[in-house]
């Protein structure tokens, strides 16, 4: 039989376990223990992908705002979010753009009306399988900071499209044409606002023109588009070569 001091050096180990498990979680990038979202050397190393100009290029009739370069540990992070389910990166992701957005203010160029955020939504079968929109949480976390209201579910995914990457930027654009609807109960909230769409990573800009195409036909005003990467080389095809005012 245990004495009342060894249950208690027990218990009080005990607890110390139980502690311990929830502040020294594996870093995802490196598995280092850290009781932050990253370990410091693997936040060090994704911050080093933060790009000096958040707003250097627009595509035809939207200005993108990315707080990085999708590069190196950027890179790392968004798949670990994304692809094994690290869904406290979204937290880190989400609060720097979201410093992004407050440091640049783009607001005071989507003229008058407040801003509306909405993340770009997922197919219903891509959401069952993952679990989660990565856009979603980086959008909970970007509006905690910004004080900007997100609309989830504004916009739908209604048509299931091929992964990006395989196709060329016709097919990628033939493929995206008809992907989004807006969700009809949210209509008049969102003519009475300017949006702002956000999501992971900005590829060549046919996701974001085709969710805004899907909005302006429903009479609500898009300006731009949030997100955490953008290309390292940009497309030049897609990217205006205006250089933004904003900032
Ligand atoms: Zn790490």
Redesign the pocket.
Known sequence: MHSRSSIQTWLGQGKRQMLSLFLAE???????S?SAV??????R?VRQCQASTPCDRSIPDLTVLSWGRYEDSLRQAIGSLKYSGHTGLAQFLGTELGQTWLDHNPRSRAGAGPVAIVPIPLHPTRLQQRGFNQADLIGQWFCRLTGLPLHSRSLLRVQATQAQHSLDRLSRQQNLAQAFAVAPAQLKTLRQSTVWLLDDIFTTGATAQSAALALRRSDIAVEGICTVARPTVWETSTASKKTSTLG
């Open positions: 594996p870093c995802p990038l490196c598995q280092r850290t990253l370990c410091s050397g693997c936040c190393q």
